[in-house]
Structure formats: structure tokens, C-alpha cells
């Protein structure tokens, strides 16, 4: 175990539904990082929030935006859904900054666009 | 597309045996993450390798980072089931571009 939660574990949806993935962090971790993993595209870093701010981007949608809350958990949501935003969407926390460090890794959330 | 090329694919092997996982970018690397990940799981850090000819081992696994070549290997020694799993190189490009291989799918025949 990790000490990163995801929300939910399932999510099953329709074309064109928003949803929100929910993520709380290791326990004083202020890093949040988002991953989409699918078949085709494999894993992919999505965005990094640090202590509430933004402060790294990847191959993030404009349909997908994401948030860091004050007590450090992190959202990701996820709008005008397609078929082929199915995938593992998984949160990672680390307590610094950079890249640089070890970053532990939540179950995941499967999502399933239909 | 992968900007990292892993190899092999997948890899089937006799417990106890040694094996080799190899990956290499087609950019300057800042930093190269070994991870596992058990099927539709999270993944699971192994190591980190930031300098050139650097090497780090935990229990079994050693990895080395050959930075001029920006190519990292992981090895396995004396392989057992547990070592199954996927795995997976990360590269770090500069601060904002981190890449994954496509990974290396390992079973360990007992």
C-alpha cells in the first residue's frame, strides 16, 4: 500500500459525460502528479500540482483540467467524454517539487466510456 | 509515439535465470525511473539513476544508466516468480517532459 488513495476504482460512463477523478496524496507528500495509461498510448504524464499550484504540464487534453485543494488532495476532471479517454487514470505523490524523486503511485481509477 | 524504445517486449524465462531489460531514449536524458507494475495496478518505483555510469541495485535488480549513449539496462539476477510483472522505463527529458516506455512484460516460469 501505497498511502495514495484513488476514487473511485470504477468508473463506467457515456460519450460526451463529464466525470471527476478524485486523489489524496501520502500523508505531508505536496506533489500531485496525473497519468493516463491506455493501450495505444501507453502511460502518459498528464499535469503536476505542487502545494496547490500547477507547475508541470504533459500530454494534457484542453477537455481534462485538473486541481490541487488546500488540505492537498487533487482532482482531475475529465468533460465531453470520448471513447477513447478510456483508460487506467492513476495519481502519483511525492513530498517535493521536482521530478527528481521517488513518486508513489495510487491503485488507480479504470474509466470506462461507452 | 514512444520516445523511448524498450526491449524485449515481453520475456519469458526460467526461475533462476538472469535477464536483461534495456531501454533507450531518443533524447537527452535528466533522469532515468525504473518501475513494476502488476497488472492494472499502480506502478511500483524501483530506482532512479540521474549520472552517467551511474548503478544502483536493490535485492536483485541492478540498473545502470550509460548517459552518452542515453540508454539504461535493468538485470535480474537469479530471477523468481515474484519478479513477474511489467516493467517500465521513465525518462525524465527536462522538467516537464517525462516519457514512459511501452514496457516489458516478464514471466517467470517456477
Known amino acids: 500500500d501505497s498511502g495514495v488513495t484513488q476514487t473511485p476504482k470504477h468508473l463506467i460512463t457515456a460519450t460526451g459525460q463529464r466525470v471527476t477523478l478524485r486523489c489524496s496524496p501520502r500523508s505531508g507528500d505536496l506533489s500531485v502528479y496525473w497519468y493516463q495509461q491506455s493501450l495505444d498510448q501507453g502511460l502518459q504524464f498528464l499535469i503536476q500540482?505542487?502545494?496547490?499550484?500547477?507547475?508541470a504540464k504533459g500530454n494534457i487534453l484542453e477537455r481534462f483540467s485538473a486541481q490541487q485543494f488546500p488540505d492537498l488532495h487533487s482532482e482531475l476532471n475529465l468533460s465531453s467524454l470520448e471513447l477513447g479517454d478510456s483508460a487506467l487514470y492513476f495519481c502519483?505523490?511525492?513530498?517535493?517539487?521536482?521530478?527528481?524523486?521517488?513518486?508513489?503511485f495510487g491503485p488507480g481509477t479504470r474509466l470506462t466510456v461507452l | 509515439s514512444q520516445e523511448l524504445e524498450q526491449s524485449p517486449q515481453s520475456l519469458i524465462v526460467q526461475e533462476g535465470k538472469n535477464l536483461t531489460i534495456n531501454c533507450t531514449s531518443s533524447k537527452t536524458l535528466y533522469g532515468l525511473y525504473w518501475y513494476k507494475q502488476k497488472y492494472g495496478e499502480g506502478l511500483i518505483f524501483l530506482m532512479m539513476?540521474?549520472?552517467?555510469?551511474e548503478e544502483k541495485s536493490h535485492e536483485k535488480i541492478t540498473a545502470k544508466l550509460d548517459e552518452k549513449k542515453q540508454q539504461s539496462s535493468l538485470h535480474i539476477t537469479a530471477s523468481q516468480p515474484s519478479h513477474a510483472g511489467i516493467y517500465l522505463c521513465g525518462a525524465l527529458h527536462n522538467n516537464n517532459d517525462m516519457r514512459f516506455g511501452a514496457g516489458t512484460r516478464l514471466t517467470v516460469k517456477p
Open positions: 500540482y505542487y502545494n496547490g499550484e500547477e507547475r
Open positions: 539513476l540521474q549520472k552517467g555510469g
Open positions: 502519483a505523490s511525492s513530498p517535493h517539487l521536482g521530478h527528481y524523486n521517488e513518486q508513489f
